[in-house]
C-alpha cells in the first residue's frame, strides 16, 4: 500500500485537481492551498486575491500565488462572493499597496491559519461540490503525481 508522506488531506473539504481546498460552513466557503501545493511552490512571496465584494464562479481565477519557484494562479473551488481576505497571513487584496507580511502560516498551516479568503456562497452550493474532489479521490489524485 503506497503511503503519502507529509500529505495531509483533511476530511471535512473538498478539492479542486488546481490543489484548492474548500470548507463549507454556515453559508460561507473558506478557501486555500493544499498541502501538496504549499510544498510544490516552495518560499511563498506574495498571495492577492480579488477585491472584497467579488462575484465569482466555480472555476474562475480569484487571485495567484507568487513563490520562489512560480507563479500560479488561485481558482475558486465554488461560486460565491468574495466577503474576507485573510490579511493576517499577508494575503492582500488586487490593487493594496500593502507589503505581505506572515505569509509563513500558509505553508506551516495551510488547512488551518493559513486560509486565503472566505466566499458568502448560494443555496446551491452543494450541487457544485459534486465538481470537487472528496479527501479520498484527492489522495488518489495526489498518488498519481507520485
Do not use: C
Amino acid at each position: 500500500m503506497l503511503m503519502m508522506v507529509g500529505h495531509d488531506v483533511p476530511e471535512d473539504r473538498y478539492y479542486t485537481r488546481t490543489h484548492e481546498w474548500v470548507k463549507l460552513e454556515d453559508g460561507k466557503a473558506k478557501i486555500g492551498l493544499t498541502s501538496y501545493a504549499v510544498e510544490e511552490l516552495g518560499d511563498i512571496t506574495y498571495v492577492e486575491i480579488r477585491p472584497i465584494g467579488t462575484s465569482v464562479n466555480q472555476g474562475d481565477e480569484i487571485g495567484f500565488v507568487e513563490s520562489s519557484k512560480t507563479t500560479e494562479k488561485i481558482y475558486s473551488p465554488v461560486s460565491g462572493v468574495i466577503s474576507e481576505v485573510n490579511e493576517e497571513v499577508g494575503v492582500v487584496t488586487e490593487g493594496s499597496e500593502e507589503i505581505p507580511m506572515g505569509l509563513e502560516a500558509i505553508s506551516e498551516d495551510p488547512y488551518g491559519k493559513g486560509w486565503l479568503a472566505i466566499l458568502e456562497v448560494r443555496d446551491d452550493v452543494k450541487e457544485e461540490t459534486k465538481n470537487l474532489l472528496s479527501s479520498d479521490e484527492y489522495r488518489k489524485l495526489l498518488e498519481e503525481h507520485h
